[in-house]
C-alpha cells in the first residue's frame, strides 16, 4: 500500500453559524492521507495506474472554495467524501483545521476516516 499526503492545503470558504462568519471568507487548513494499491503504477512509471492526486485536490479547491458550510464536521465529511470517488483508494483520511476559531488556540479541527 502507497500513502500519498496532500499537506495544509490553504483555502478560504465560509464556514460558521455565526453572522460574521457567514458574511467573509475564512481559512481552512486541509491535510489529506490516503492508500492505494501502487505496484502496477511503480512497476510501469504509468499515469494511468496510478491515482491522480492533482484531480483530487483540483476537486476540493472547487468543493470548498465554491460552497459555505455551517459545520467543520460537514465540510470534513465532503471532503472525504472527495478523496474516497477514486475506486482504487482503500483508506483515506481527512481533517480540516479553522485557524483562529477559538481565543486561545492555535485553531480547531475536525478528521475524519474510512476505508473499503
Same mark, same amino acid.
Given at each position: 500500500? =502507497?500513502?500519498?499526503? &496532500?499537506? +495544509?492545503?490553504?483555502? /478560504? #470558504?465560509? $464556514?460558521?453559524? *455565526?453572522? @460574521?462568519?457567514?458574511? !467573509?471568507?475564512?481559512?481552512?487548513? &486541509? *491535510?489529506? /492521507?490516503?492508500?492505494?494499491?501502487?505496484?502496477?503504477?511503480?512497476?510501469? @512509471?504509468?499515469? @494511468?495506474? %496510478?491515482? +491522480?492526486? /492533482?484531480?483530487? #485536490? !483540483? !476537486? $476540493? $479547491? %472547487?468543493?470548498?472554495?465554491? *460552497?459555505?458550510?455551517?459545520? =467543520?464536521?460537514?465540510? #470534513?465529511?465532503?471532503?472525504? @467524501? =472527495?478523496?474516497?470517488?477514486?475506486?482504487?483508494? /482503500?483508506?483515506?483520511?481527512?481533517?480540516?483545521? !479553522?485557524?483562529?476559531?477559538?481565543?486561545?488556540?492555535?485553531?480547531?479541527?475536525?478528521?475524519?476516516?474510512?476505508?473499503?
Amino acid at each position: 500500500m =502507497l500513502t500519498i499526503r &496532500i499537506k +495544509n492545503l490553504r483555502l /478560504r #470558504t465560509y $464556514i460558521g453559524f *455565526n453572522d @460574521d462568519e457567514r458574511r !467573509k471568507r475564512q481559512d481552512v487548513i &486541509i *491535510n489529506v /492521507r490516503f492508500d492505494y494499491q501502487a505496484e502496477k503504477a511503480a512497476d510501469s @512509471d504509468d499515469v @494511468d495506474y %496510478a491515482v +491522480n492526486y /492533482r484531480t483530487i #485536490t !483540483k !476537486k $476540493i $479547491i %472547487a468543493h470548498v472554495e465554491g *460552497n459555505s458550510f455551517l459545520l =467543520l464536521e460537514k465540510l #470534513t465529511a465532503e471532503v472525504l @467524501d =472527495l478523496v474516497m470517488e477514486a475506486d482504487t483508494v /482503500r483508506f483515506a483520511q481527512v481533517e480540516v483545521d !479553522k485557524p483562529h476559531a477559538l481565543r486561545f488556540a492555535d485553531s480547531v479541527s475536525a478528521s475524519l476516516s474510512t476505508e473499503r
